[in-house]
């Protein structure tokens, strides 16, 4: 049901947009977050097409997010096949993921509940934010650790609660089930984001998708690198690397070695 209703989003009229939203929603993915939505609401009875709905919305945030980011980190993959950004002009690609935000808010409302659509702007915003505070600040030495648990957190973990906070809501749940699914869902975004920045240096490329250690390539330090910093000598290399702006790429590869 989710699958139908997320290509039925990816009709539009522009057929260049069309074709690229509809390789980008058949790339693959886990539809985790779809999942968490539907799964919140099962805990007593909901409106079961309200529920596909909001979860056919924040499966649209998610893409919309990646599009973005691979803009962002200038990937030139993305679950193996080419991103947006390596065929279209910078600008085209952020109007591909505005595209995509816009059409989950529309998506969104025609479900006609405040609360939730106020959940969802806030989980936008909350996103957005943390980008922008993250390219504001850079790789900077010594890295800050809470700066890192504060990214995973508007990165991931919001959208994540507001699946689950948004499916007990459809499922009239108590104010205290709700906030205790939300809770489990920002939880569960922060684990799923440190699990995912471990797999960025032990997965190979092929199961990846993109180049190993990217994220540190990008001058992004993830929760492994600051227990590498704390417990390995050859830490302290990266702050040459750091204040040099990556210039020592042959460093750096051996250090994500």
């Given at each position: 049901?989710?699958?139908?209703?997320?290509?039925?989003?990816?009709?539009?009229?522009?057929?260049?947009?069309?074709?690229?939203?509809?390789?980008?929603?058949?790339?693959?993915?886990k539809?985790?977050?779809?999942?968490?939505?539907?799964?919140?609401?099962?805990?007593?009875?909901?409106?079961?097409?309200?529920?596909?709905?909001?979860?056919?919305?924040?499966?649209?945030?998610?893409?919309?997010?990646?599009?973005?980011?691979?803009?962002?980190?200038?990937?030139?993959?993305?679950r193996?096949?080419?991103?947006?950004?390596?065929?279209?002009?910078?600008?085209?690609?952020?109007?591909?993921?505005?595209?995509?935000?816009?059409?989950a808010?529309?998506?969104?409302?025609?479900?006609?509940?405040?609360?939730?659509?106020?959940?969802?702007?806030?989980?936008?915003?909350?996103?957005?934010?943390?980008?922008?505070?993250?390219?504001?600040?850079?790789?900077?030495?010594?890295?800050?650790?809470?700066?890192?648990?504060?990214?995973?957190?508007?990165?991931t973990?919001?959208?994540?609660?507001?699946c689950?906070?948004?499916?007990?809501?459809?499922?009239?749940?108590?104010?205290?089930?709700?906030?205790?699914?939300?809770?489990?869902?920002?939880?569960?975004?922060?684990?799923f984001?440190?699990?995912?920045?471990?797999?960025?240096?032990?997965?190979?490329?092929?199961?990846?998708?993109?180049?190993?250690?990217?994220?540190?390539?990008?001058?992004?330090?993830?929760?492994?690198?600051?227990?590498?910093?704390?417990?390995?000598?050859?830490?302290?290399?990266?702050?040459?690397?750091?204040?040099?702006?990556?210039?020592?790429?042959?460093?750096?590869?051996?250090?994500?070695?």
């Amino acid at each position: 049901m989710v699958e139908t209703r997320l290509q039925e989003a990816m009709r539009i009229e522009f057929d260049p947009l069309a074709n690229v939203l509809a390789s980008l929603m058949q790339s693959g993915g886990k539809r985790i977050r779809p999942a968490l939505a539907i799964l919140s609401s099962k805990f007593y009875p909901a409106d079961a097409d309200k529920v596909v709905t909001l979860a056919v919305a924040v499966e649209l945030v998610h893409a919309a997010t990646l599009i973005h980011d691979d803009l962002i980190d200038k990937s030139a993959k993305r679950r193996g096949s080419p991103t947006i950004n390596s065929r279209w002009s910078a600008t085209a690609t952020v109007l591909a993921g505005d595209y995509l935000l816009a059409r989950a808010a529309e998506i969104a409302a025609s479900i006609e509940n405040f609360r939730l659509m106020r959940i969802f702007a806030q989980t936008l915003m909350k996103i957005c934010v943390g980008e922008i505070r993250q390219d504001f600040g850079g790789a900077q030495w010594p890295p800050d650790q809470q700066e890192y648990f504060d990214h995973i957190d508007s990165k991931t973990a919001t959208l994540f609660s507001a699946c689950t906070e948004g499916g007990a809501i459809l499922s009239g749940a108590s104010e205290p089930e709700i906030d205790a699914l939300k809770k489990y869902g920002h939880d569960l975004g922060m684990a799923f984001q440190i699990a995912d920045d471990l797999l960025d240096f032990t997965a190979d490329e092929s199961k990846l998708g993109k180049p190993v250690g990217s994220d540190l390539r990008q001058g992004t330090f993830t929760l492994p690198v600051f227990f590498f910093i704390a417990q390995d000598a050859r830490g302290v290399k990266l702050k040459e690397i750091v204040q040099n702006n990556g210039q020592n790429s042959g460093d750096l590869d051996a250090l994500i070695d």
